[in-house]
């Protein structure tokens, strides 16, 4: 069974664009997350989705935004990037949210801006 | 708000020492606690869990026990390997349902031949 798949694996940005980055789930999981990993702050809760809605958000700015489709992969969108968003954005998927639900991650989109 | 405090790193051990990196939480209710994993290049990996008060959690040699009364969950290992070395987490989901890990700081570990 393939492991969850996140593209592109690494991205330069210059300050002020923006950036989507794509998390495909394990088959048949429902539940996708997203954080933020950085030296500085360590991992950070981004969003949670399920069902194609979002359940859960940490403590970030509108620039970041999400979204799950219907085949349950999901995006995450920042606008306006700041050299401060340079980070390894991580993803995991699960069955469907609860604690009993193993959280599988993938290895992560290294995102750079200048 | 919730928050888990790991010990500093880096730890730096010989083969076949005894491993203990301490964890500590705080939190609301009684969230499950979990040790993740990281290998260079790699995502998290899952090394062990545990759910309620005094549940041990063990896998490949590791072992950690939920301590509610200490609110720790320090992660042990009787004999380390070269492969052992990576960056472990320690790390709460918060409670019923919700799929939101809160993470410690992250201890990286090298273990020398």
């Known amino acids: 069974k393939a492991g969850v798949t996140q593209t592109p694996r690494y991205l330069i940005k210059t300050r002020g664009q923006q950036v989507t980055l794509s998390c495909s789930p394990i088959?048949?999981?429902?539940?996708v997350s997203w954080y933020q990993q950085t030296p500085g702050q360590g991992l950070q809760f981004l969003f949670e989705y399920f069902s194609e809605t979002q359940r859960n958000k940490g403590n970030f700015p509108g620039r970041f935004s999400g979204r799950q489709f219907s085949n349950s992969r999901s995006e995450m969108n920042v606008s306006t990037l700041e050299l401060g968003d340079s980070a390894l954005y991580l993803c995991a998927s699960s069955l469907a949210p609860g604690i009993n639900n193993e959280q599988f991650f993938g290895p992560g989109t290294r995102l750079t801006v200048l | 708000g919730n928050s888990v405090t790991q010990m500093e790193g880096p730890v730096t051990l010989s083969e076949e020492a005894f491993l203990t990196i301490n964890c500590t939480y705080t939190a609301t209710g009684y969230p499950s606690l979990f040790w993740y994993v990281q290998y260079p290049g790699e995502g998290l990996q899952l090394l062990l869990k545990a759910t309620k008060a005094d549940d041990k959690g063990s896998n490949k040699g590791f072992e950690a026990t939920y301590r509610k009364e200490t609110t720790s969950f320090h992660l042990e290992k009787g004999s380390v390997q070269v492969s052992d070395s990576a960056v472990y987490f320690c790390?709460?989901?918060?409670?019923?349902?919700?799929?939101?890990?809160?993470f410690g700081q992250g201890t990286r570990l090298t273990i020398n031949p």
């Open positions: 088959s048949g999981h429902r539940s």
């Open positions: 790390a709460l989901s918060e409670v019923m349902g919700a799929q939101k890990l809160v």
